[in-house]
C-alpha cells in the first residue's frame, strides 16, 4: 500500500465510483477531501460524452462535491485533443448530443448534418439523441472507407438499482453488424486518454494512479498506458466477476471509503 500513498494525482471515473445516479456513494466525499488535505489532486475522468463539462461540475456541486471545469476531463475532449493533432478543422459527421455537438464547434471542428458530403472522420459518441437517419448515413460513410472514431466502448451506462442505458460500445456493435468496421477508440482503456491529460495538465504518468469500478475500461486503462489501477466493488464490477475475470487491478477495495485511512 506504500506505492498507493506516493501517488500524488487521483483520476477518478464518476459513475459507480463516486456517485450512482443522483446519490452520492458512501465515503466519496470524505475521500475526496482527504487527497485535498494532503496536498494531492484528482481530475475526474469519465467515458460519458453525452454531458458537457458544466454539467458534470453542477451535477457534483449539487451533490456536495467542489468541482471545477480543470477537474473534469471527458472522453469527448480527449477525442477532440486526438483530432486536432490530426487534422485541425476537420470535417466530422458526428453521432453526439448537442452538447458535444457544441464542444466540437468551439475546437473549430465543421460539422456536417447532410449525408453525401465530403467527410474526413465520422466519430460515435454517447448518443442519446441517436436516431435511424444518423446511424444510416454513418454507416454508409463508414463502409465508403471514411476514418471511424468512437469516444469510447461502454456497453452501457450504469444506472441506479442495477439498471442500465446502452452506451456507445452497443452503437458500435450495431454500426460492426452493419458495416464489419470498428472504431479507433480514444476514452478509456486506450492510452490516448491519460497521455491527453498528462500533455494537457503538464503531469508524469509514474504520479499517477487510476480509480474506477469497471475491469474493462478503468483497470484496463491503468494497464494500458502503464499506471497504478484501483478497482472498487461500488458499482458495475462485483466481487465475483473478478474472481472470474483475467484482468487484474493493482489494489481492490469495496469503495473509495476504504482508501481513506491509506492516503
Given at each position: 500500500m506504500?506505492?498507493?500513498?506516493?501517488k500524488?494525482v487521483?483520476?477518478?471515473?464518476?459513475?459507480?465510483?463516486?456517485?450512482?445516479?443522483?446519490?452520492?456513494?458512501?465515503?466519496?466525499?470524505?475521500?475526496?477531501?482527504?487527497?485535498?488535505?494532503?496536498?494531492?489532486?484528482?481530475?475526474f475522468?469519465?467515458?460519458?460524452?453525452?454531458k458537457?463539462?458544466?454539467?458534470?461540475?453542477?451535477?457534483?456541486?449539487?451533490?456536495?462535491?467542489?468541482?471545477?471545469?480543470?477537474?473534469?476531463?471527458?472522453?469527448?475532449?480527449?477525442?477532440?485533443m486526438?483530432l486536432?493533432?490530426?487534422k485541425?478543422?476537420?470535417n466530422?459527421?458526428?453521432?453526439?448530443?448537442?452538447?458535444?455537438?457544441?464542444?466540437?464547434?468551439?475546437?473549430?471542428?465543421?460539422?456536417?448534418?447532410?449525408?453525401?458530403?465530403?467527410?474526413?472522420y465520422?466519430?460515435?459518441?454517447?448518443?442519446?439523441?441517436l436516431?435511424?437517419?444518423?446511424?444510416?448515413?454513418?454507416?454508409?460513410?463508414i463502409?465508403?472507407?471514411?476514418?471511424?472514431?468512437?469516444?469510447h466502448?461502454?456497453?452501457?451506462c450504469?444506472l441506479?438499482?442495477?439498471?442500465?442505458m446502452?452506451d456507445a460500445?452497443a452503437?458500435a456493435?450495431?454500426?460492426?453488424?452493419?458495416?464489419?468496421?470498428?472504431?479507433k477508440?480514444?476514452?478509456?482503456?486506450?492510452k490516448?486518454?491519460?497521455?491527453?491529460?498528462a500533455?494537457?495538465?503538464?503531469?508524469?504518468?509514474?504520479?499517477?494512479?487510476?480509480?474506477?469500478?469497471r475491469?474493462?475500461?478503468d483497470?484496463?486503462t491503468?494497464?494500458?498506458?502503464?499506471?497504478a489501477?484501483?478497482?472498487?466493488?461500488?458499482?458495475?464490477?462485483?466481487?465475483?466477476?473478478?474472481?472470474?475475470?483475467?484482468?487484474?487491478?493493482?489494489?481492490?477495495?469495496?469503495?473509495v471509503?476504504?482508501?481513506?485511512?491509506?492516503?
Amino acid at each position: 500500500m506504500d506505492i498507493l500513498k506516493e501517488k500524488t494525482v487521483y483520476l477518478l471515473d464518476m459513475d459507480g465510483t463516486i456517485y450512482l445516479g443522483d446519490e452520492l456513494i458512501d465515503g466519496s466525499k470524505e475521500f475526496l477531501e482527504t487527497i485535498k488535505k494532503q496536498g494531492k489532486r484528482y481530475i475526474f475522468l469519465t467515458n460519458n460524452s453525452s454531458k458537457s463539462k458544466e454539467t458534470y461540475v453542477e451535477k457534483l456541486n449539487n451533490l456536495g462535491i467542489q468541482a471545477s471545469q480543470e477537474e473534469v476531463f471527458t472522453s469527448g475532449e480527449a477525442t477532440t485533443m486526438y483530432l486536432k493533432k490530426e487534422k485541425e478543422g476537420a470535417n466530422i459527421y458526428l453521432l453526439g448530443t448537442k452538447a458535444l455537438e457544441e464542444e466540437f464547434k468551439r475546437e473549430g471542428f465543421i460539422l456536417e448534418k447532410e449525408r453525401h458530403k465530403n467527410i474526413d472522420y465520422v466519430v460515435l459518441a454517447f448518443d442519446t439523441t441517436l436516431t435511424y437517419e444518423k446511424l444510416w448515413a454513418a454507416c454508409e460513410y463508414i463502409s465508403e472507407g471514411v476514418e471511424y472514431i468512437a469516444t469510447h466502448p461502454d456497453f452501457n451506462c450504469p444506472l441506479p438499482n442495477d439498471k442500465f442505458m446502452p452506451d456507445a460500445g452497443a452503437m458500435a456493435a450495431l454500426i460492426e453488424a452493419s458495416t464489419g468496421k470498428t472504431p479507433k477508440v480514444i476514452g478509456k482503456p486506450n492510452k490516448e486518454v491519460v497521455e491527453s491529460i498528462a500533455s494537457k495538465y503538464g503531469l508524469k504518468k509514474e504520479d499517477m494512479v487510476m480509480v474506477g469500478d469497471r475491469l474493462y475500461t478503468d483497470i484496463k486503462t491503468g494497464k494500458n498506458a502503464g499506471i497504478a489501477s484501483v478497482l472498487v466493488y461500488s458499482g458495475e464490477t462485483k466481487e465475483e466477476d473478478y474472481r472470474k475475470s483475467e484482468t487484474r487491478a493493482d489494489y481492490v477495495f469495496n469503495s473509495v471509503k476504504e482508501m481513506i485511512d491509506l492516503l
